[in-house]
């Protein structure tokens, strides 16, 4: 997951595109995945791999914020106003730390390209799923951004794969509008073992809204179609290894949850 993040800052920086990254501990990744800013033990110097791939390349800022989140995250909205070229992400150490900026996510980032015409690419990184840190460190509250989505205005993901979070990321820059972009990062899946793509899945093809069935299962044998969304699909997943009898119901998973990607979904019940 790390590697992918790492390659989609790195190719953008290497087209021409600023990345700037910005929250609490995202120096070494909340759940210490990330390891962008490296430092010498001697005089507490800082190295930034992602700054020396090339000459021509752009520059990647890493900065661990303080926890005032509602400062932060309203600082960040603002330099995506003024910077439309520059990769801007907010990542919140713990889903639930969101919630002190509420005043910018409902006053701005949700509605200030309908009050205002100001379009913003902002990212905001929240981790997201219960893995034993309580109720309040757990949920993002994905309930709450889906109540603020109305007319296109918000982007909501919760990728099951490196390689549909790595062209999330680059989608942001190489499309030719901006749109602000919620992404449920996860916790377990930071490391989980079937949670891989191949480096032909970040080299080719492109965010994929739906992810049908992987394992082909005849069509003509399917009564059922499960959708489910980030961890749960490998939770379910895991399950039906323990069922043969199985191979009527098809995992459908939603990757983009706002806007719904009712073209696709449509496509494969159709199917």
Known sequence: WSTAE????????????????????SGRGTFSQRHSVLRNQLDNSRYIPLNNISKKQKQFEVVDSFLSELAVLGFEYGYSLVEPNTLTLWEAQFGDFANG???????????????????????????HGYEGMGAEHSSARLERFLQLCAGLNLQI???????????????QMVRDFRKPLVVFTPKKLLRFPACVSSFEDLTEGSFKEVIDDPQNKDPQNVDTIMFTSGKMYYEILDQQKNYAELDNV????????????????????KK
Request: glycine content about 6%; charged content about 20%.
């Open 6 to 25: 790492a390659l989609a800052f790195g190719s953008l920086l290497e087209e021409g595109y600023p990345v700037r990254l910005v929250g609490q501990d």
């Open 101 to 127: 900026a509420q005043v910018v996510i409902d006053q701005f980032i949700a509605s200030g390209e309908r009050k205002w015409s100001r379009a913003s690419g902002l990212v905001m990184l929240l981790p």
């Open 157 to 171: 993901v919760n990728a099951t794969t490196p390689a549909n979070f790595f062209h999330a990321l680059r989608r």
């Open 250 to 269: 098809a995992l459908v998973r939603i990757e983009q949850i706002s806007p719904v990607p009712v073209k696709q979904i449509r496509e494969i019940i």
